[in-house]
């Protein structure tokens, strides 16, 4: 069983910044990869960024690459997201969420993702 939690949400300004984190525990896989997704109300959960193990190869949602950064720490099992320049469409629900053996074409495919975490809420106001 594979659980996954994350924290670092809260509250920010328009131009501010907030870093969120993932921690993991449970379960053992050579190649996979953890993504995070938002999903703001109404709206369906879209993809935010992903990094692959074991070669920590990272992939960013469309028009996100340059303002947030994943990265990860193995030695503590977390994976983190930096987010930058954080404008008030950014305001969401954030989850991470975990894919076996992942692929370029599916890494970006919530349905291919077996394990989330409760989420964690980041608000932008203007």
């Known amino acids: 069983q594979v659980q996954l939690v994350e924290s670092g949400g809260g509250s920010v300004q328009t131009g501010g910044s907030l870093r969120l984190s993932c921690t993991a525990s449970?379960?053992?896989?050579?190649?996979?990869?953890v993504a995070w997704f938002r999903q703001a109300p109404g709206q369906e959960r879209e993809f935010v960024a992903a990094?692959?193990?074991?070669?920590?190869?990272?992939y960013y949602g469309d028009s996100l690459k340059g303002r947030f950064t994943m990265s990860r720490d193995n030695a503590k099992k977390t994976v983190y997201l930096q987010m930058n320049g954080l404008q008030p469409e950014d305001t969401a629900v954030y989850y991470c969420a975990r894919i076996l053996n992942p692929i370029a074409s599916t890494i970006r495919s919530r349905d291919r993702y077996d394990y989330w975490g409760q989420g964690t809420q980041v608000t932008v106001s203007s």
């Open positions: 449970g379960g053992t896989s050579n190649s996979y990869a």
């Open positions: 990094i692959r193990w074991p070669n920590g190869a990272t």
